[in-house]
C-alpha cells in the first residue's frame, strides 16, 4: 500500500486562476465556484471540512454540509452539545475548507462564527425531512453510545412522541453563522506550479488580495 500511495500522480491542467478572473472581491468569486461546483457535482458540491479548536488542544475537523451562502455569510446546522458545537461556542472563530475534484480546486475560508437566530434555526429545521427532524432529537451527538439499539429505541421513542404533529426544533439543535475575512482560491496547474489568490479584509473592511507561492 504505501508503495501505491507514494506512486500517485495527478497532473492538474483543467484550468487556471488570474487576477483578472479572480476579480477584487472574494464573495463574488466563491459564489461562481460554488454553482460551477454544483455543475460539476450535484451531489456533494456543498460538502465542506469544518475545522475548530477543541479545549484539549487538538484541532478537529469533519465534512459538514453548507446550507446557505448569504451576504457573505456561510451557515450550517449541527447539534450545539456535539464537539463541534461546544468548539465553536468557546472559540467563535473556524475554518471552512471545500475541496471539488472535478474542478481541481479548493477554497479555503477562515472566520468569526455565531450561532444563527432561533427563527432562522426553526425555519431550517421545518424544511428538514421528518426523519431528520426526529434524528435531531435521537441523537446525542458525539455523546458515547452502548449500542445501536440505543439509538434505533430512541428513534422509536421520538416517532412515537410525535406521532400526528409537527416535530419541533430542539433547543440543543441549531445553525452557526462564519462570516469571513480570510479567503483562498486554490486552482490546480500542471507540474504542480498551482494558482493560489488569497484575499484578507483589512481593519477598514476592504479586501486586500494577493498571490501565493503553490
Not at 467563535?92 to 480546486?105: P, V, Y
Not at 421528518?130 to 439499539?149: F, H, K, N, P
Amino acid at each position: 500500500m504505501s508503495d501505491k500511495l507514494s506512486a500517485v500522480r495527478k497532473d492538474y491542467v483543467r484550468s487556471e486562476l488570474n487576477e483578472t478572473t479572480a476579480g477584487t472581491e472574494p464573495n463574488a468569486l466563491f459564489k461562481l465556484w460554488l454553482s460551477e461546483a454544483e455543475q460539476a457535482n450535484p451531489d456533494h458540491f456543498n460538502a465542506m471540512t469544518l475545522a475548530t479548536m477543541g479545549n484539549d488542544g487538538y484541532p478537529h475537523a469533519r465534512i459538514v454540509l453548507l446550507r446557505s451562502f448569504d451576504s457573505g455569510t456561510l451557515s450550517f446546522f449541527t447539534n450545539y452539545e456535539s464537539a463541534k458545537g461546544r468548539d465553536l461556542d468557546t472559540a467563535g472563530k473556524a475554518c471552512i475548507n471545500f475541496f471539488w475534484d472535478q474542478l481541481e480546486r479548493q477554497v479555503r475560508i477562515y472566520g468569526a462564527v455565531s450561532r444563527l437566530s432561533a427563527a432562522e434555526s426553526d425555519a431550517y429545521f421545518q424544511s428538514r425531512p421528518r426523519e431528520s427532524q426526529i434524528g435531531a432529537w435521537a441523537s446525542a451527538q458525539s455523546r458515547v453510545l452502548d449500542t445501536r439499539e440505543e439509538l434505533e429505541q430512541r428513534v422509536a421513542d421520538i416517532t412515537a412522541q410525535y406521532a400526528g404533529s409537527q416535530v419541533p426544533r430542539p433547543d440543543f439543535w441549531g445553525g452557526y453563522a462564519l462570516v469571513p475575512h480570510h479567503f483562498e482560491f486554490w486552482q490546480g496547474r500542471s507540474n504542480r506550479l498551482h494558482d493560489r489568490i488569497r484575499f484578507i479584509k483589512n481593519a477598514n473592511g476592504a479586501w486586500i488580495r494577493d498571490r501565493l507561492s503553490p
